[in-house]
């Protein structure tokens, strides 16, 4: 089965940087061939989109993260990461790393990132 595990959440201040680290294992296709993305969200909201690492369209990110968030994917190592600069508290959520393998979408458990004023 299609497994994801998020890891590199924290506290940080304001101004400061994260990156998460998401490794993706059981898929049935070459995980090459699969989307690998970032999702966020606060109890209680709807979960949002953060950035997307297509397997063939390139990169795309969410207004609120262009130009500060970067996702890149490692196919050798299954592995996708999120690299995020200049953090402010707004970005304070849980981080949910998501794949979608033949018209299914899989999920990690999250990881959460605060960011402190």
């Known amino acids: 089965q299609v497994r994801l595990v998020e890891s590199g959440g924290g506290l940080v201040q304001a101004g400061g940087s994260l990156r998460l680290t998401c490794v993706v294992s059981?898929?049935?296709?070459?995980?090459?061939?699969?989307?690998l993305g970032w999702h966020r969200q606060t109890p209680g909201k709807q979960r949002e989109f953060v950035a997307l690492?297509?397997?063939?369209?390139?990169?795309s990110y969410s207004g609120a993260v262009k130009g500060r968030f970067t996702i890149t994917r490692d196919n050798a190592k299954s592995t996708v990461c999120l690299d995020m600069k200049n953090l402010k508290p707004e970005d304070t959520d849980v981080y949910y790393c998501v794949t979608n393998e033949r018209g299914v979408s899989y999920w990690g458990q999250g990881t959460q990132v605060t960011v402190s004023t």
């Open positions: 059981g898929t049935i296709d070459s995980i090459s061939t699969v989307p």
């Open positions: 690492a297509s397997a063939v369209d390139g990169n």
